[in-house]
C-alpha cells in the first residue's frame, strides 16, 4: 500500500506539472525523487518478506485506493495555479480595449488571429488621436465572442463585464471570424458600447456586429493580413468621436452629441467604394442619434415636435434586416407614444388609439421575443405597462391586468445592468396607479420605493413632486413640506450639472409654492395624518 501511494503521488505531482499545476520544477523534481524513493523502498521490503495470499476484496480495495490517490493527488495540485497577472489598466476617458479575433468555422490558426488582433491595435494606435490609447488584450483575456452569432450571450456579457471592470476600457473591440463563398474569409467586427454610456437607455448597452470584411486569401499570408488590418483601421477611425459623443449625451450635452452622432454619418455625395460599414455602424448610430433627440422630452423639458419627428425617422433608417432591428422597433414604438403622449396627453376624449397605431401589438410582441435581449424585453415590458395605463385613463380600454402583468414581471427580475432603473419605472407606475384609486399612502410607499432605485436627478425631482402632492392630498404637510425642498434641490442639482435649465426649475418653484399654499389654506396649520 505504502509502495502504490508512493507512486501514485510521484506521478500525479509530475502530470499535474505538466498540465499546468504551478508547485514549482524544483519542487516536482524533489516530490517525484521522494515518491520514487518510498516506492522503491517499500518493494524491497515486500521482496524480503514472505507473500502471503491476498483476497481478492482486498487487490480490488487496493486498485481503489491508489487510482484515487492518483486522481486526487491531480486534482490538489491543479489548485497550485499562480494567479494570472493583472490587466493592464487604461485611464482615458476614451481608451479602447482589442479583445482579438475569435474563429468559428473558418479554419483560420487561433495564433495568427492573435497576431492579427496584436497588428490591428499597433495600426489603430497610430490612426486614432493622441490621448486615445489603444491596448491589445487578445492574449491576456478570453471573450467567447463567437456567441454573438448565437441568441445566448448570457457568458459573453458576464464576461464583458468582468473585463470592462478590471481594464475600464471606453470601448471594447473584436471580432469573428467565418468563413465565406469558395473559400473566402469573412471578417465580422464587433463593438461593445458600455452600460455606465447609455444610462438612460441601459438596454442599449453591448455587442453590436457589422457587416463582415472578405478577404479572399488566408491571413497567413502578408498581403492578406495587411489589407485585412488597413481596412479594420480605416472603419474604426470614427471611434473617437463616438465615444466623444456618447460622453456628451451622458453629461447631459444632447446637443453636442446630436452632432457627434451626425458627423459619423457616410455623406450623400460618397461613393460606394468609400464607405464602410465600420466598427460603429450607420445603424447604431441612426439608433443612438434618435435616443438623444428624444432626451430632453423624456428628462420632462419641451421639445419642439419636429425633434421628435426627426428621432422617429432615425429610427426608421435602420433596415428591417440590421442585425439591431429588435432595438430600432421598440425605439420607434416608444418615439410614436411619445409624440402623442406630448402633443395631446392621456386626457379621456383626446388620445385616440390612432395616435399610437401598432404600438402595444409591437410592445407585446417584443417583450417575449426571444431573439431580443433580456433588458429588451423588460424595456418592452414596461413600456407596454406604460401605454396600457395611458390607454386606461383615456378610456379606450378596459384595465384588463395587462398592466399589472407587465409590472409584475418587470419587478420580479432578477439584479442586472440596467434591472433597477426598469424597476424604478415600474414601481412608478405602480404608484400612480395607487394615487388614482386614492391610496395614497400606497402610492407614497411605491413611489419611496422608487425613488430608492433611481439616480437621475429630473426623474427624482418629478417623483418627489407627485410625493408632495399626494402628501398634501392626505394633509400631511410635513412629508409634503420634505418632498417639495427634496425636489426643488434635484432640480438644483440638474441646472449645476447642465441637465436641466432655469426656466424649468423656476415653473417648478413656482408651482410647487402654490400647491403648499393651497394645501395650508384647505388643511390648516395642523398635520391630522
Not at 524533489?30 to 523502498?41: A, C, K, Q, S
Not at 480495495?61 to 489548485?79: D, K, N, P
Not at 450571450?153 to 471594447?172: E, G, M, P
Not at 418632498?483 to 434641490?489: G, H, K, N, P
Request: charged residues 20%; proline residues 5%; hydrophobic residues 40%.
Amino acid at each position: 500500500m505504502a509502495a502504490g501511494i508512493s507512486l501514485a503521488l510521484a506521478a500525479s505531482l509530475a502530470l499535474a506539472n505538466t498540465l499546468g499545476a504551478k508547485p514549482g520544477r524544483a519542487a516536482t523534481l524533489i516530490g517525484v525523487l521522494v515518491g520514487l524513493t518510498g516506492f522503491l523502498g517499500s518493494i524491497t521490503q515486500l521482496l524480503r518478506d514472505k507473500l502471503a495470499e491476498v483476497p481478492r476484496w482486498q487487490r480490488i480495495t487496493y486498485a481503489a485506493v491508489i487510482g484515487c490517490s492518483f486522481a486526487g493527488g491531480v486534482w490538489v495540485l491543479l489548485r497550485f495555479q499562480a494567479p494570472p497577472p493583472p490587466l493592464h489598466r487604461l485611464t482615458g476617458p476614451q481608451d479602447v480595449a482589442v479583445v482579438g479575433f475569435k474563429d468559428h468555422g473558418s479554419g483560420q490558426n487561433q495564433r495568427l488571429l492573435d497576431d492579427v488582433s496584436s497588428t490591428f491595435a499597433q495600426g489603430l494606435g497610430k490612426a486614432l488621436p493622441e490621448d486615445t490609447a489603444v491596448h491589445d488584450y487578445a492574449t491576456e483575456y478570453g471573450l467567447p465572442l463567437t456567441e454573438l452569432l448565437s441568441g445566448d450571450h448570457h457568458r459573453l456579457d458576464s464576461r464583458t463585464r468582468k473585463f470592462v471592470a478590471q481594464s475600464n476600457a471606453a470601448i471594447l473591440l473584436g471580432g469573428i471570424v467565418t468563413a465565406g463563398s469558395g473559400g473566402q474569409i469573412m471578417v465580422r467586427p464587433a463593438v461593445y458600447v458600455r452600460a455606465d454610456q447609455v444610462p438612460d437607455v441601459p438596454e442599449l448597452a453591448g455587442w453590436y456586429t457589422s457587416q463582415p470584411i472578405t478577404a479572399d486569401q488566408s491571413l497567413g499570408l502578408a498581403h492578406s493580413r495587411a489589407a485585412l488590418v488597413s481596412d479594420l483601421v480605416e472603419q474604426a477611425r470614427g471611434l473617437a468621436q463616438f465615444t466623444s459623443a456618447l460622453d456628451a449625451w451622458h453629461s447631459g450635452h444632447t446637443s453636442e452629441a446630436v452632432t457627434g452622432f451626425a458627423r459619423l454619418l457616410p455623406g450623400e455625395e460618397m461613393s460606394d467604394l468609400d464607405s464602410g460599414t465600420g466598427f460603429v455602424t450607420p445603424d447604431l448610430i441612426h439608433l443612438f442619434r434618435g435616443h438623444a433627440l428624444e432626451q430632453p422630452a423624456l428628462d420632462g423639458r419641451a421639445v419642439p415636435r419636429s425633434v421628435l419627428e426627426a428621432a422617429g425617422a432615425d429610427y426608421r433608417a435602420i433596415p428591417a434586416n440590421s442585425p439591431i432591428r429588435l432595438r430600432a422597433q421598440l425605439s420607434l414604438a416608444s418615439n410614436i407614444y411619445l409624440l402623442a403622449v406630448t402633443a395631446k396627453g392621456c386626457a379621456p376624449g383626446v388620445m385616440r388609439d390612432s395616435d399610437i397605431p401598432g404600438v402595444p401589438s409591437t410592445l407585446r410582441r417584443l417583450m417575449t421575443d426571444a431573439a431580443f435581449t433580456p433588458l429588451g424585453r423588460l424595456k418592452a415590458a414596461v413600456n407596454l405597462a406604460e401605454v396600457e395605463y395611458c390607454r386606461v385613463v383615456a378610456n379606450l380600454t378596459d384595465d384588463d391586468g395587462t398592466i399589472d402583468a407587465a409590472l409584475r414581471r418587470v419587478r420580479a427580475a432578477g439584479p442586472g445592468v440596467g434591472v433597477r432603473e426598469l424597476k424604478a419605472l415600474a414601481i412608478s407606475i405602480a404608484a400612480q396607479r395607487q394615487a388614482d384609486r386614492g391610496r395614497y399612502e400606497a402610492a407614497i410607499s411605491d413611489i419611496r420605493q422608487a425613488l430608492a432605485l433611481e439616480s437621475h436627478f429630473l426623474q427624482r425631482a418629478q417623483w418627489q413632486e407627485w410625493l408632495a402632492t399626494w402628501a398634501f392630498t392626505r394633509c400631511d404637510l410635513g412629508t409634503g413640506d420634505q418632498a417639495v425642498r427634496d425636489s426643488l434641490a434635484e432640480r438644483r442639482n440638474a441646472f449645476r450639472t447642465s441637465v436641466g435649465n432655469r426656466q424649468d426649475y423656476e415653473a417648478a418653484r413656482k408651482r410647487l409654492n402654490q400647491q403648499m399654499s393651497k394645501a395650508r389654506a384647505q388643511c390648516g396649520p395642523e398635520t391630522p395624518r
